[in-house]
């Protein structure tokens, strides 16, 4: 089992609210990515870490960003928070050396 | 880009045998083809991968032609907690970027 967490779990904000949705491994990946997903669509990279330090922008552009400062955590940040950005986000890791990606259980947002 | 292509749904009786197809005929050497499953909007589980040859896990067994253009997932007695998105994924070559499509609904049904 993957020990992969992401909080909170659903968040219900209003516009102009700068976020940050939390994703944290307890298994010492190097590689952590952030997914958005909206319902009954495909998932899209928006964010992708190497290591400590280390972030890229995937293919969908976002407003937000993100940091990885420690190995195990990889927060995303939205800094002024707007109807559009009403998705799923999710968070994997997977460790180097293997392409097998393991998921959290997703951050619901929704913006008024 | 390395892409995949599922039949956007099936249904499949409990008990039997669920097959899912997939066509990645751009798929290079080298590259494997990972197999998971999101069920309702939790976050997707890996079930299962291979390069070349038939696999076989507790979950189901994968298939890929000699070609590597196609593979089948098999889950092998369906149930009803097997009803759920099933993505054939491959990584888009020499980045890190896994491409998901929209995959298939499978409905088991009772």
């Known amino acids: 089992e993957a020990d992969i967490y992401q909080t909170p779990r659903y968040l219900v904000i209003g516009t102009g609210k700068k976020i940050t949705l939390e994703c944290s491994q307890t298994m010492g990946h190097d590689k952590m990515y952030w997914y958005q997903q909206d319902p009954g669509m495909e998932l899209h990279l928006i964010h992708y870490?190497?290591?400590?330090?280390?972030?890229e922008k995937g293919d969908l552009s976002s407003e937000s960003t993100v940091s990885r400062i420690r190995t195990e955590h990889f927060p995303l940040t939205l800094e002024s928070a707007r109807p559009s950005h009403t998705s799923q986000y999710l968070c994997?890791?997977?460790?180097?050396?293997?392409?097998?990606?393991?998921f959290g259980p997703g951050t619901r947002l929704t913006v008024l | 880009d390395a892409k995949t292509t599922q039949p956007p749904s099936m249904d499949c009786a409990e008990g039997r045998a669920a097959n899912l197809p997939c066509n990645h005929s751009?798929?290079?050497?080298?590259?494997?083809v990972y197999w998971y499953r999101q069920i309702h909007s939790q976050g997707p589980q890996y079930i299962i991968h291979?390069?070349?040859n038939n696999e076989t896990n507790e979950m189901a067994s994968l298939i890929i032609t000699e070609d590597r253009k196609s593979s089948t997932l098999i889950l092998p007695h369906a149930t009803l907690r097997d009803t759920a998105v099933y993505y054939c994924?491959?990584?888009?070559?020499?980045?890190?970027?896994?491409?998901f499509g929209t995959g298939t609904r499978l409905k088991v049904l009772a």
């Open positions: 994997a890791s997977r460790p180097t050396g293997t392409d097998t990606q393991y």
């Open positions: 751009t798929i290079s050497g080298n590259e494997y």
């Open positions: 870490s190497y290591g400590v330090n280390s972030t």
């Open positions: 994924i491959v990584k888009d070559p020499g980045t890190y970027k896994y491409i």
């Open positions: 291979g390069l070349k």
